[in-house]
């Protein structure tokens, strides 16, 4: 069974910067492409960046309201993705979500909220 525990959000100015981390279980996370997902007030769930099993590559791909500001990481031994945002603006308050890309799971962890606000 899979589970996806995401932690690392808080409160921070503009201009600041968070790392988040995705704790998961289960078998899939080494062979499966990994996002970050972004849930914001208006309720819409927004794909936010992409990196591939690292047996393919890694690479990695960013939403063009994140590119140039955002990071996206895994480490398959701890069987966790990161995503390392600087420069952040308000408009990135939301709850941030991981999950397997492009297809996600059924299954969706708690997320963790990022508030961006001076």
């Known amino acids: 069974q899979v589970q996806l525990v995401e932690s690392g959000g808080g409160l921070v100015q503009p201009g600041g910067s968070l790392k988040l981390s995705c704790a998961a279980s289960?078998?899939?996370?080494?062979?499966?492409?990994m996002a970050w997902y972004r849930q914001g007030s208006n309720n819409e769930r927004e794909w936010v960046a992409a990196?591939?099993?690292?047996?393919?590559?890694?690479?990695?791909h960013y939403g063009d309201s994140v590119k140039g500001r955002f990071t996206i990481s895994r480490d398959n031994a701890k069987h966790t993705v990161y995503l390392q945002m600087n420069s952040l603006k308000p408009e990135d308050t939301a709850v941030y979500y991981c999950?397997?890309?492009?297809?996600?799971?059924?299954?969706w962890g708690q997320g963790t909220q990022v508030t961006v606000s001076s």
């Open positions: 999950n397997t890309y492009p297809g996600t799971l059924n299954y």
């Open positions: 990196i591939a099993a690292l047996a393919h590559g890694g690479n990695t």
């Open positions: 289960g078998d899939i996370f080494d062979i499966s492409p």
